[in-house]
């Protein structure tokens, strides 16, 4: 990788330069991206990347707020009591957006959800994506259109079909098929008890 020139920038500008340039190489190679690479990609001296990012870790934490940002600010969820919502559907969208929000960071996604970082920095409860889904559950459950299951118990599981869904796409599953599944799941699980 060539060095590339670098040049003065306002902090915010080159803090921004530093996340923008981990996204790209960690979406493209992963876990085996380093802090030398960033920094290359990025124009900035190594100094810099600390100065802004005490450790990789602070700088991975930084990457998945931003994410979530995103996610919420593509997909907001306007849950609002005696709303009349088609509940299933909203289910469906909000999961399938998770799946494919999921597959389009590449490796990006392995780094933040399935190595030792996701361990030692779990995403904030108000940030945690079971958390919605369980708010979504209790909120479609107190409209009567799902089933009075365990809000917790369910989200958390259907939250692993939900994210199995994005890992075996990356993995190269046929879209339609996995996504029909997805949705075939998250409704028997959910759909109200017939009297």
């Given amino acids: 990788?060539?060095?590339?020139?670098?040049?003065?920038?306002?902090?915010?500008?080159r803090r921004q330069e530093i996340i923008e340039a981990a996204e790209r190489l960690l979406k493209r190679d992963g876990p085996a991206v380093r802090v030398e690479d960033v920094v290359c990609e990025a124009a900035a001296a190594k100094g810099t990347f600390y100065l802004y990012f005490p450790t990789w870790d602070d700088?991975?934490?930084?990457?998945?707020?931003?994410?979530?940002?995103?996610?919420d600010e593509a997909h907001p969820i306007h849950i609002k009591t005696g709303a009349e919502l088609d509940w299933p559907s909203l289910l469906e969208q909000l999961a399938v957006a998770f799946v494919d929000s999921m597959a389009e960071l590449g490796g990006l996604?392995?780094?933040?959800?399935?190595t030792d970082f996701a361990h030692r920095r779990p995403i904030p409860e108000g940030d945690n994506p079971i958390s919605r889904?369980?708010?979504?559950?209790?909120?479609?459950?107190?409209?009567?259109?799902?089933?009075k299951a365990d809000a917790y118990l369910t989200g958390r599981l259907l939250f692993a079909v939900i994210h199995?869904?994005?890992?075996?796409?990356e993995a190269g599953e046929d879209r339609k098929r996995a996504l029909d599944a997805m949705r075939w799941t998250l409704r028997k699980a959910l759909e109200p008890e017939v009297p």
């Fill in 59 to 71: 700088l991975l934490e930084a990457i998945r707020r931003r994410i979530i940002r995103q996610f």
């Fill in 164 to 169: 199995e869904t994005a890992d075996i796409l």
């Fill in 109 to 114: 996604h392995t780094v933040l959800f399935h």
């Fill in 1 to 13: 990788m060539q060095a590339r020139t670098r040049r003065r920038l306002a902090p915010d500008v």
């Fill in 133 to 147: 889904l369980i708010g979504v559950i209790r909120a479609g459950q107190d409209a009567g259109a799902f089933a």
